[in-house]
């Protein structure tokens, strides 16, 4: 093979592999979903709507799935202290994944004015698959504890998911994930999976593969023009 085509080769496989790496990248889809919650309170029955918004991020051999809400939901007849409320909530998982994962934040860190919607913190937790797929994370039911009552909120509108993710399970077998609650963590500072990020970090990879390839065939154009030289 002549010295231009084994360049032109290589750059192609380059090229080819930049490609190969970008058409693998997984696949997240996320939202942010309406869900109106009707609330069982130890004053009666009340109802909200919020957006919320679920993302999740490949943690060792799971996923650190974080739950978001944009708006108050419920209220309180008298003022919550610091650190007096505790949420915690349940996703539904859908697709390849089944049952629900648990996921729990911090109390509230100031506050809560009377008969002022009450913002949740985020909440988190870790779901491990046992089954690789697309699954589906939709909310679900919201427990907020405070003062020594308990108030549950369960959403009435049938919403969709807030995030469909491709999910690769540590070994194969299995049907449905394990799920695991957290404490205050949210994953703070870990890349999130939304389509943006997956294309920015693949693309990035894919670049480095493209370059890689070029720098080959530069040493390969300095090898022979120095082999020529030298005639």
């Not at 231009?4 to 058409?23: D, F, P, Y």
């Not at 993302?55 to 007096?84: C, F, H, I, N």
Request: aromatic share 4%.
């Amino acid at each position: 093979m002549s010295y231009r085509k084994r360049t032109a080769a290589l750059a192609s496989a380059a090229a080819l592999a930049g490609s190969a790496v970008w058409m693998a990248a997984p696949v997240a889809r996320a939202e942010v979903v309406d869900v109106n919650y009707q609330c069982k309170t130890p004053i009666g029955d009340k109802s909200a709507v919020s957006p919320i918004d679920i993302k999740g991020v490949r943690s060792g051999s799971g996923y650190r799935v974080t739950m978001s809400w944009q708006k108050g939901v419920s209220s309180s007849p008298v003022e919550l202290g610091k650190g007096a409320m505790t949420p915690s909530a349940t996703i539904a998982l859908g697709g390849a994944g089944s049952g629900t994962l648990s996921v729990s934040g911090p109390a509230n860190d100031a506050a809560i004015p009377a008969n002022t919607p009450i913002k949740i913190s985020d909440l988190s937790g870790t779901y491990t698959p046992k089954k690789s797929g697309e699954v589906t994370f939709t909310a679900g039911v919201l427990t907020i504890k405070a003062l020594g009552t308990t108030t549950t909120c369960t959403p009435t509108n049938d919403p969709g998911p807030s995030l469909t993710l491709d999910v690769t399970a540590a070994s194969g077998g299995g049907t449905t994930g394990s799920a695991q609650g957290s404490g205050s963590d949210t994953g703070a500072g870990l890349p999130q999976t939304g389509p943006e990020d997956s294309a920015v970090a693949l693309g990035t990879l894919g670049g480095t593969v493209l370059l890689a390839g070029a720098a080959g065939a530069l040493w390969l154009t300095r090898r022979h023009q120095g082999a020529r030289a030298g005639r």
